[in-house]
C-alpha cells in the first residue's frame, strides 16, 4: 500500500486555529461553515474531529464562528426549505442538578394559551444531571420522534420536545463525545441556535455569561427576528428568581439588553432530591413552593415580553401569573 503525503482538506482549519500564539487566529465565518459543513458530510478523520473541537473549545467561539456553524448544520437539516412550525423555539441541552426543571412548566404554560413551543435537546451526555426527556416522562409527555411528528404534535398540543438525534444525527454523536473528552464542545453552543422549525422567536439559556453576548450577536448575524439569552439555572432556559437575570435579545436586527431583577432578597436552598413527580404536585396545586412558582412565572414573563405580550416587565409577570392562576390543574391526572 502506497502512502501518500497530500494534505487532508480539512487541515486547513486546524492550522488556522492551532499555529500557536502567534499564528493562530479565529476562523473567518465562511470558513467555519465550510469546516462544519464538512464534519457533517462525514468527510474529516476522527483524530480531526476531536483536535479541531477542542482547539476551538480553549479559545472560545466568536460570535462569526458561531454563526457558521449554526449556518452548516441548518442546512444539514434542510431548514431553509422547511416552514415555520411553531412560535417559540426553545432550547434544552444543559440538565439541571440543584432544582428541578421548573422551566417544562413555563414552556406548558405558554402551549396552554395557544403559544406553540417545540423544544429540543440531548441528555445524559453530563453525569448527575436531570435531564428533559426523563422529567416530561413523569408528566406522561410523548417526546416526538422525528420533526414531522414535532410539528404534528404542535398542531395537537402546541407543545412538542424532539432529542437532537432526531433533528441531526451527527451532532448528537458530537455532544455525546463529553465524557470522552471531559469537556463540552461549541456543539453545546451551536445547537442552542439551531431552531430546526424556523419560529419567529427564539429563547436560550446559557451557563458563562461571557456566552450570553456571543449568542445574541450570532443570532443578528444569523438574522433571527427575535431571540432571548439569559444566564439560566443551570445553564437551562429558565430564570432563577432568587438573582437579578440580564436578558440580552436581538429585535428585526436590533440589540436590546434588559435587567429582570431578583424576586427575593434571600436566596433559597437547593433541592435535597430532585424528584420530576413534584413538577405534577406544583401544576396540580398540591405542592406549594414560591421558589418554584417565582421561576416558572418570571421564565414565562421573558418569553413573553420577547414575543410582544407584554409591553414592560410588570404586565409580563402580571400575565405570567394570570395565567398561571387560571392553568388547567387537572392536566396531568391519570387517565
Not at 137 to 151: D, F, I, V, W
Not at 251 to 266: K, N, S
Amino acid at each position: 500500500m502506497s502512502l501518500t503525503t497530500a494534505e487532508h482538506p480539512f487541515a486547513e482549519f486546524i492550522k488556522i486555529l492551532g499555529k500557536g500564539k502567534k499564528g493562530a487566529r479565529d476562523l473567518t465565518q465562511d470558513e467555519a461553515y465550510r469546516a462544519m459543513h464538512m464534519i457533517l458530510a462525514g468527510q474529516v478523520e476522527p483524530i480531526q474531529l476531536g483536535a479541531f473541537l477542542m482547539l476551538v473549545r480553549i479559545k472560545e467561539e466568536t460570535q462569526e464562528e458561531l454563526a457558521g456553524f449554526v449556518q452548516a448544520a441548518r442546512e444539514n437539516i434542510g431548514c431553509q426549505q422547511r416552514p415555520v412550525g411553531a412560535d417559540l423555539d426553545w432550547s434544552s441541552y444543559a440538565g439541571k442538578r440543584r432544582h428541578l426543571p421548573w422551566f417544562l412548566l413555563s414552556s406548558l404554560l405558554l402551549a396552554e394559551n395557544d403559544i406553540k413551543v417545540f423544544m429540543h435537546g440531548a441528555g445524559g451526555h453530563t453525569q448527575g444531571r436531570l435531564y428533559t426527556e426523563t422529567a416530561l416522562a413523569a408528566l406522561g409527555l410523548k417526546p416526538a420522534a422525528s420533526l414531522t411528528e414535532a410539528q404534528q404534535q404542535l398542531q395537537t398540543r402546541s407543545f412538542s420536545y424532539l432529542s437532537l438525534e432526531h433533528v441531526c444525527r451527527p451532532l448528537f454523536d458530537m455532544i455525546n463525545l463529553r465524557p470522552v473528552m471531559g469537556l463540552r464542545s461549541p456543539v453545546h453552543t451551536l445547537v442552542r441556535l439551531l431552531n430546526p422549525l424556523n419560529a419567529p422567536h427564539s429563547i436560550q439559556g446559557i451557563f458563562h455569561p461571557s456566552y450570553r453576548q456571543v449568542h445574541q450577536n450570532a443570532a443578528l448575524i444569523l438574522q433571527q427576528p427575535h431571540m432571548a439569552v439569559l444566564k439560566g439555572e443551570g445553564g437551562e432556559t429558565e430564570r432563577n428568581p432568587d438573582v437579578e437575570c440580564l436578558v440580552q435579545s436581538v429585535h428585526e436586527g436590533e440589540l436590546q439588553d434588559e435587567v429582570w431583577p431578583a424576586l427575593f432578597a434571600r436566596r433559597h436552598m437547593k433541592a435535597e432530591l430532585l424528584d420530576p413527580l413534584l413538577l405534577k404536585q406544583v401544576w396540580q396545586g398540591t405542592l406549594d413552593d414560591e421558589f418554584a412558582e417565582a421561576s416558572i412565572t418570571g421564565t414565562a414573563a421573558i418569553a413573553l415580553r420577547l414575543m410582544n405580550k407584554a409591553k414592560d416587565q410588570e404586565q409580563a409577570h402580571a400575565l405570567a401569573s394570570h395565567l398561571w392562576q387560571a392553568r388547567d390543574r387537572s392536566r396531568f391526572d391519570e387517565p
